[in-house]
């Protein structure tokens, strides 16, 4: 099986070549609302990247963004909307602001502290367990 060269479709890709016309950027999960910083971050950039690639309009962000939320996440934004009087024209700034004023913990990073204060006794064992958790603590904090 002839498999193609991934570097020439990136290329062509950015020429705007015919080798990329199947192209689909994957899509991301929905986001259901759990309140933890890491999870909404990585949400966060995963809807940016989708909608980069997948050349979504101006228009249309904010239309596919809030069809990726589920739940009470879905429940609460149109809550918010009617609230403001609004149901469309909303920025992608305003969104990420609320949603992260809305789903984030108040005390993640008092919380995120305490993990780092705990996790010297906790992985003394493993260094490379250390050194990951370390980062991943301090990109929270």
Known sequence: ?????????????K??????????PAKPRNFDGVQDQKIMDAWLVKMEDYLHAAKV?????????????????????????????????????FFKERIELEFIPKNSDYISKCKLCDLVNATNDNLRQYVRAYFELMLEI
């Open 57 to 93: 309009g101006r228009h249309s962000v904010m239309e596919l963004a809030q069809s990726y939320l589920k739940g009470y996440v879905s429940t609460w934004w149109t809550t918010m909307r009617q609230e403001e009087g609004k149901t469309h024209g909303y920025t992608c700034e």
């Open 15 to 24: 020429r705007g070549s015919s080798k990329g016309v199947g192209f689909k």
């Open 1 to 13: 099986m002839n498999r193609p060269n991934f570097i020439e479709l990136v290329a062509d890709l």
